[in-house]
């Protein structure tokens, strides 16, 4: 079966840095972009970032501009979201997802794989 399963998450303080990994299976995931959503306790989804298959293009929310960057090691059909200067309105259920459709399924949140997730909690 298909599955992407996050890993990295966990308890930090506000100004901290933690990396997120996207481990993807049971498919070859090439042309396909991946990238990163999140969902606060209590609110919506919220799209994060997306990446290429190649990894030359990228896409980033304005919220986490700067601060998030994502890339990806195809070879190891992994994804990651390196988050810096950490918030507590970062806090949230961070999920990976997969598409290969254009950039208006990102910001519809149409994708045709996701991950369960993995909490993220940043403490002040």
């Known amino acids: 079966q298909v599955q992407l399963v996050e890993s990295g998450g966990g308890l930090v303080q506000a100004g901290d840095s933690l990396r997120l990994s996207c481990s993807a299976s049971g498919r070859t995931f090439s042309g396909y972009y991946m990238g990163w959503f999140r969902q606060p306790p209590g609110k919506e989804r919220e799209f994060l970032t997306t990446i290429s298959w190649s990894g030359s293009g990228t896409y980033y929310a304005e919220s986490v501009k700067g601060r998030f960057t994502i890339s990806r090691d195809n070879a190891k059909n992994t994804v990651y979201l390196q988050m810096n200067n950490l918030k507590p309105e970062d806090t949230a259920v961070y999920y990976c997802?997969?598409?290969?459709?254009?950039?208006?399924?990102?910001?519809?949140?149409?994708?045709?794989?996701w991950g369960k997730g993995t909490l993220v909690t940043v403490s002040s």
């Open positions: 997802a997969a598409d290969r459709g254009p950039l208006g399924n990102w910001l519809s949140h149409r994708m045709e794989y």
